[in-house]
């Protein structure tokens, strides 16, 4: 089964950027749709961005600041996080959609492979 691991994560300003990378392992990146998840304190895990056949997909709070790639060829997902804000702070998750056919979903009950993530940490 394909693992994935996430990294990049740290402190960074307000306002600052950084780029977190999901490098999967045991296996190759063949799910339709790959995507990102945080996790604040005290907060449900929440969809941030994914990327298939159908493009980038984004909610209201990181469109325009964050950007999501993908290279399958190196089995590796990137998320390009500008404009950092404090409520960005979370910990970070890549997920692999666990379907066949991916209409765009953002539940997380439909992604898996879960990484143990990665520290985002925005304060001055």
């Known amino acids: 089964q394909v693992q994935l691991v996430e990294s990049g994560g740290g402190l960074v300003q307000p306002g600052g950027s950084l780029n977190l990378s999901c490098v999967a392992s045991?296996?190759?990146?063949?799910?339709?749709?790959m995507a990102w998840f945080r996790q604040a304190p005290g907060k449900e895990r929440e969809f941030v961005a994914s990327?298939?056949?159908?493009?980038?997909a984004y909610p209201g709070s990181t469109k325009g600041r964050f950007i999501i790639s993908r290279d399958n060829a190196k089995n590796t997902v990137w998320l390009q996080m500008n404009s950092l804000k404090s409520e960005d702070t979370a910990v970070y998750y890549c997920?692999?959609?666990?379907?066949?056919?991916?209409?765009?979903?953002?539940?997380?009950?439909?992604?898996?492979?879960w990484g143990p993530g990665t520290q985002v940490t925005v304060s001055s």
């Open positions: 997920a692999a959609f666990q379907g066949s056919h991916y209409t765009g979903s953002v539940r997380e009950a439909d992604f898996g492979s």
């Open positions: 990327i298939s056949r159908r493009g980038p």
């Open positions: 045991g296996g190759t990146l063949g799910s339709p749709a």
